[in-house]
């Protein structure tokens, strides 16, 4: 898939900006190729590169740039094709961009992840709108048109597990579930292993309100239920139990879950003087989802273990984006170790 010296994946559609990283991430990796992950965005000291004298380079756009060109230095004798994944690449040098792009037998090719529409008024924003094919853009429809562009990927996404859907009945589950492409697949995935194990092939109102509900009960929330006690034996078994009952891809839709509900810890853990009533409507949710959903994971973690379990599901979204081997093994792994009482 990667052609060409230089390549640009952005947008505002987030799933799908993310899904078509990631595949030509896997696809260039079972090919061979050596991947390199560079992020322009780190500023964290453990992020920082030493320069020749042992000191910090604390200037990102510096750091930035000898990470790139590292990479673009081919070794003689050890030779073999890299792949560059370069995250919030705003600051990168253009100069350097431009000349790579003109390359003719590069061994490396720079893959430049832009979160968002490409900004048209700097050089790095305009050098990518004159790239042409080689600019993969995935913009978010505008809000009329969103149930519109939901419901022809719905349809794609349950025919490819070799199921049908009657468009009335997808469009009435997209009323219901949003015009968020992850949340959609994962019904799709919930439903379509309902279906399995009915024997269906055709998705029906059964297999449909059956799919939004209790699989998810089967999945997700015992997990969060096992982090609200902190008992790690029962949530290694009910992540194994997910693993064994999903296909080896779901780790991102698993993670968004759990993320959502655990941003929701964190916000209450921050609202903990006001009324239920009132960090409730801070929330948005009803009163009861706050009292029974929240409140008691907000109450086990606080402040910091929330963020420290959100630290985990992202670290496991950025494995899987990167391609890495076992993404499962990350958030599985760092669940666990957080979950560990101390001195464990």
């Not at 839709?253 to 993320?259: E, V, Y």
């Amino acid at each position: 898939m990667a052609e060409a010296p230089l390549m640009v994946v952005s947008g505002s559609e987030d799933f799908l900006r993310r899904r078509f990283l990631r595949n030509v991430v896997e696809a260039q990796r079972a090919d061979g190729w050596r991947i390199v992950e560079i992020d322009g965005g780190a500023d964290k000291d453990e992020d920082e590169a030493a320069d020749e004298e042992g000191g910090r380079i604390k200037d990102t756009k510096r750091r930035l740039h000898q990470e790139v060109l590292a990479a673009l230095v081919s070794n003689p004798f050890l030779p073999e094709m890299v792949l560059a994944v370069v995250e919030h690449p705003e600051k990168l040098d253009v100069e350097l961009l431009k000349q790579h792009a003109q390359e003719t037998d590069p061994t490396t090719v720079l893959l430049l992840h832009i979160n968002g529409e490409p900004d048209g008024r700097t050089k790095l924003g305009k050098f990518v709108k004159e790239l042409g094919k080689q600019h993969y853009n995935f913009p978010a429809p505008k809000a009329y048109k969103a149930a519109e562009v939901a419901l022809p990927f719905l349809l794609e996404e349950v025919r490819k597990r070799g199921l049908t859907f009657d468009p009335t009945l997808a469009a009435a589950l997209i009323s219901k579930v949003g015009t968020n492409l992850g949340f959609l697949r994962f019904e799709v995935l919930k439903i379509a292993m309902l279906a399995e194990a009915m024997g269906v092939t055709t998705i029906g109102p059964v297999q449909a309100k059956g799919g939004m509900a209790p699989i998810a009960q089967a999945g997700v929330h015992p997990i969060l239920n096992a982090l609200v006690d902190r008992d790690s034996a029962r949530l290694y078994k009910k992540l194994q139990h997910v693993r064994r009952t999903m296909s080896k891809d779901e780790t991102i839709p698993i993670c968004r879950f759990l993320g959502s509900a655990i941003q929701r810890w964190a916000a209450a853990s921050y609202l903990d003087a006001l009324p239920a009533r009132e960090a409730a409507q801070e929330i948005g949710i009803s009163p009861w989802e706050y009292s029974n959903l929240v409140l008691p994971g907000a109450r086990a973690w606080g402040r910091t273990g929330s963020v420290a379990l959100l630290r985990v599901v992202a670290r496991a979204e950025r494995a899987v984006l990167r391609g890495a081997q076992d993404p499962w093994l990350v958030l599985v792994s760092g669940l666990l170790a957080v979950c560990q009482p101390a001195g464990r």
